[in-house]
């Protein structure tokens, strides 16, 4: 093996397993939200904690559609995948659409995995603010990813993009998940 197929089997592999932590920490922080916050703002200033689920919920779906090739507009209104199921709940199935997916089109799973480790990340961080279970997050799934989305994310390909605001200067000091929502275009 070369050393550059090795480095790629690696980064495959490495990024398959943020993926897997990053989806683990979603469902942590997931199961700990109560009923009596659901109306909670967030930091996703359009959204309170149940529209933020409701995303949450419904984005491994539309990760799982891209997987197997089928066409879809992140932008377009997207269907509610959570209902008044248990969140949770709604999440482990999604999760195994996800999966599945990803383990039947290994090609276009290479390039979805960082996509949406980097989105579990910060939507984890989004949903713990907003619900006070930050001590659940850990900073070294922020820092992984955000290095994947500073690879991604180059001004170009900020510019137009309606997912994320301008960054927001952030001390490298701070804590690896500030660093991440402010590269994101949130407030820290």
Not at 54 to 77: I, N, S
Not at 79 to 91: E, H, V, Y
Not at 132 to 159: M, N, S
């Amino acid at each position: 093996m070369t050393g550059d197929a090795g480095t790629e089997i690696s980064s495959v592999a490495a990024t398959a397993a943020l993926l897997d932590a990053a989806l683990d920490q979603m469902a942590l922080v997931i199961a700990g939200t109560r009923p009596d916050q659901l109306a909670l703002a967030t930091p996703c200033t359009d959204w309170d904690v149940r529209a933020l689920l409701r995303h949450m919920v419904g984005g491994p779906h539309l990760f799982a559609a891209m997987a197997q090739g089928q066409k879809v507009d992140p932008t377009a209104p997207q269907p509610d995948r959570l209902g008044d199921r248990d969140p949770a709940a709604a999440l482990g199935d999604a999760r195994g659409a996800l999966e599945t997916a990803l383990r039947q089109h290994p090609e276009r799973a290479a390039r979805l995995r960082p996509i949406v480790a980097v989105e579990s990340a910060i939507h984890s961080w989004d949903l713990a603010q907003a619900t006070g279970q930050v001590v659940r997050l850990d900073p070294v799934i922020a820092e992984r990813a955000l290095a994947l989305v500073r690879e991604r994310l180059t001004p170009a390909a900020r510019a137009g993009n309606t997912a994320f605001g301008p960054e927001v200067p952030v001390g490298a000091g701070a804590p690896a998940y500030d660093r991440l929502a402010g590269f994101l275009g949130r407030e820290p």
